[in-house]
């Protein structure tokens, strides 16, 4: 088992940064991946960004060359660091672990949500114009 708590979500104004953090515990050395999903109102839950445990990271293009995830030496503490935040980044922010390893592409495996089988509970993002 794992478990994932997400923290640092907040409001901000368009142009600011918010730096997301996800504390993993319980098995940690059985995750491959962790994963920043998002879900707005009445929209799907997307994947953002994850990073692999030896370091290689991939992202969705909406976020590319603004948002970046990072993790500490393990597995343990994973962040999303969110420069240039738009209204449209508002949404409920998710860490999810997988714990199994893909050989698809990056943008595959954010899109099999299905397939992440630990979430934490969300933190809150509130980007205003």
């Known amino acids: 088992q794992v478990q994932l708590v997400e923290s640092g979500g907040g409001s901000v104004q368009a142009g600011g940064s918010l730096r997301l953090s996800c504390a993993a515990s319980g098995h940690i050395a059985d995750i491959y991946y962790v994963g920043w999903f998002r879900q707005a109102p009445g929209k799907e839950r997307e994947g953002v960004a994850a990073?692999?445990?030896?370091?290689?990271?991939g992202y969705a293009d909406s976020v590319k060359g603004r948002f970046t995830i990072s993790k500490d030496n393990g597995m343990t503490n994973i962040y999303l660091q969110m420069d240039n935040l738009k209204p449209e980044d508002s949404a409920s922010y998710y860490c999810a672990a997988r714990t199994s390893l893909y050989y698809g592409d990056w943008s595959q495996l954010l899109a099999r949500t299905s397939e992440w089988g630990y979430w934490g509970q969300g933190t809150l993002v509130t980007v205003s114009s």
């Open positions: 990073i692999y445990r030896r370091g290689s990271s």
